[in-house]
């Protein structure tokens, strides 16, 4: 029985790891952080060089990740013909992530139209 708790905590960590991407919006540059072992990254974009950006909501990922109280938000940055898909699990409209990051996806979404960057946004 102590088998299936730990294949299930870590199932769960495997899920919310990988899909708990957040964003660092500065006055130049777009950043993407996943601080979560084992899917540690920092991926940067220059705004000047995004086409694109979109923010939805996939209830296929919100059915499969309930459980483990996750969101089924990603965003999509569009640049040079590439698209490049992070999930944000935790980043929804009514919760907050660290201090430094946008606090919240809406958030995000008003910070990159300020910046003049196309934004869809449909959540």
Request: charged letters at 15%; hydrophobic letters at 40%; glycine letters at 6%.
């Amino acid at each position: 029985m102590l088998a299936i708790y730990l294949y299930l905590f870590l199932l769960g960590y495997v899920i919310c790891g990988y899909l708990n991407n957040t964003f660092v919006l500065t006055t130049d540059k777009l950043l993407v952080i996943n601080p979560n072992f084992p899917f540690t990254k920092i991926v940067t974009y220059k705004l000047n060089q995004i086409d694109d950006i979109e923010i939805y909501h996939s209830l296929l990922l919100q059915g499969i990740c309930w459980i483990f109280f996750q969101s089924g938000n990603y965003v999509t940055i569009t640049t040079g013909g590439y698209n490049f898909r992070y999930y944000c699990g935790s980043l929804c409209g009514d919760t907050y992530d660290e201090n430094f990051t946008e606090k919240t996806i809406d958030d995000l979404h008003y910070a990159l139209k300020e910046r003049n960057i196309p934004v869809q946004f449909r959540l």
